[in-house]
C-alpha cells in the first residue's frame, strides 16, 4: 500500500473536527488546488484528490469511525472513491464545491470551448504593429430561448429520475456508486417543448467580427489570446477564450532571421572596388545610404544598426544586414568594353595577392606529378 499521509494532517484539522470545520477546510484546498485553477499541474490534481479522498472519508461517520480505529488500513475494501479526474470529485462533492466554481449542480454547465484561428500579416505589419478584423464562426448563445433550450413560454423542468441532481446513487452502505444520470445527460433538468431556433441545444452558430491588436514586434507562432471571444459556454456558463496565431507572410526582400532583416543588393564594379555610396532599401520603403569600405567584396556583409525589427517587449531594435552581391555587367558598351580590356592589361601585371595566393596554392598541390606529365 502506498504510504498515505494522515487524513487529518491533509485537511489540516483536529482529531475532534465537527462537520462544520471539515467543509470549510475542504473548500478551502479545493480552492487552492482545483485542476481549473492550476492546469497542467500534476502536484496541484494530486492534492486535490488527495483532500476530496480525505474528505470523502471524514464526512461518513462509518468510515471516519474505522479511519480513527485502524487507520488507512481500516478502509480497505470501504469502498473509497477513485477520483480519477477533477470531474469525478465535482459529481462527488459539486454540492460544496459548485458556487465556488460556477453553477450550483452537481455537473454544471460546461464552460465554452477555446477556439483558435491563424491569422496572416505582412512583415511590414508585424514591424509596426496593426489593428486586424477577423471574422469568427463560433458558438453563441441562442437569443431566441436566452440560452436555456426550452421553447419561449416554456421551461426545462427537473429531471425526474435524478431529481435534479444530475447523478444517480446505485448501492447501499460501502458499495455505492455514483453515476451520471441517464435520462438527462448529467445537466439535472429535461426539455419537454425544445427551442426551434437551436434544436434545444441554447446556442448558434454565429459569424463575428472582432478587432484583434496586434503589437509591434511580433513573429510567427505569436499568439494573440481575446478573453471570452471562444465558444458560448453551455447555457450561460463562462465562455472560451479566442486564441489568433500569426504567420508573417514572406517577404519579397526581406529575409528575417530573429529581430535582424537581411536583404541582398547588387552593386556595380566599380561601386564595390572604389567603395562607392549605394542605397540600401529599408521596411518602411525609405532608402538609407551605405557607403561601402573600398575593395567591397561580392558576398560581404554591410550592417546598419537599427533598420530591423523592433522588439515584441521593449529591448533593441533588429539590425539590417545588407548582403553585397557584385554584378559583373553581361552587355558592354563600347566604352565599357576598351576600359575593361585596358584593366585587364593592369590585371596581368598587378594581380591582387588572393590570386597569387590561389594559383600558388594550385601549383603546390598539383606539382611535380601534374607538371611532368605535361612536359
Ligand atoms: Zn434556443
Ligand atoms: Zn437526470
Redesign the pocket.
Known sequence: MVNKRDYYEVLGVVRDADEDTLKKAYRKLAMQYHPDRNVGDAEAEAKFREASEAYDVLRDSQKRQLYDRYGHAGLEGAGLPNFGNADSVMDMFGDILGDLFGGGRRRGPRSGRDLQMTLEIDLLEAARGVQKEVKVPRMEP?A??GGN?AQPGTKPTSCRRCGGHGVVIQGQGFFRIQQTCSACGGQGAVIADP?R??RGQ?AVEVERTLTVNIPRGVDNDVSIRLTGEGEAGERGATPGDLYCVLRIRRHPIFARHGQDLHCEVPVTISQAALGRPIEVPTLDGEFVAQTLKHGTQSGDEVRIAGKGMPALRGGRTGDLVVHVRVVTPRKLTKRQEELFQELEEIDGTEMPPEHKSFFERIREFFAPESSADKS
Open positions: 441562442c431566441t430561448c433550450g427551442c431556433a437551436c441554447g
